[in-house]
C-alpha cells in the first residue's frame, strides 16, 4: 500500500470483508485445529479505523506454522517472514484479493494475546474505545504520512487500555 495514512469512521461492512477473508482462507487450513480472528480496529463497533482489515489466524503449535504458511501460499499469499515480532508471521495477500493484514501465530503467542484482550476490552467498554476513536482521528492529521510516528504516539493508550484488560510483561 501507499505511503498516505488514512483513518475513516467506522464501516460495518468490515465484518463482512473479515467473513468472505475468512472463508477464503479457511479451507485450506480446515484440517488443523484453527481458529481465525477479526483483530484491529476494524474489528471493533463504531471506531475510526485504518480501513485495512487485520486477521489472525490461529494454529495450535509451532509445529503446524509450516504446514500452514505452504497451504496459504497455494492461495497466492507471500510470506514476509515475523517483521520482528517473534512468532507472528505476516503475508502479503493475493493479487486479486482486497488488500489486508493476515498474520499467523500460535494459541500461545504474546502478540495475539495481545490482539484479543485489547479488542475485547474496546468491545465492552464503549467510552475508552471513543476515546481511542479520537485520538487517532487527531493522530492521523498530525502525523499525516509517517506511520511509524502514529503508532508510537498511541502506544502509551494501548499499553494502558491492556494494563487496565488484565495484561502484563509476564503474560
Known sequence: MGTKLIVVEYNPNWVNKFEELRD?????????????????????????????????????????????????AKLGYVH?????????????????????????????NAEYKRHILFRDYLRNHPVDAKRYSQLKQMLVKQFKGDRSGYTNAKSDFVRDILKRAGWNDLN
Open 24 to 72: 477464503f482462507v479457511f479451507p485450506v487450513l480446515s484440517d488443523l485445529e484453527v481458529t481465525i480472528e477479526h483483530v484491529g480496529s476494524t474489528a471493533i463497533p463504531r471506531i475510526a479505523a485504518k480501513p485495512i482489515v487485520d486477521i489472525d489466524v490461529v494454529i495450535p503449535t509451532q509445529s503446524d506454522v509450516l504446514v500452514a504458511v505452504t497451504r496459504l
Open 80 to 108: 514476509e517472514g515475523d517483521l520482528g515480532i517473534p512468532g507472528r508471521e505476516a503475508f502479503i495477500p493475493p493479487r486479486d484479493v482486497d488488500w489486508h493484514h493476515l498474520y499467523l501465530c500460535t494459541v500461545d
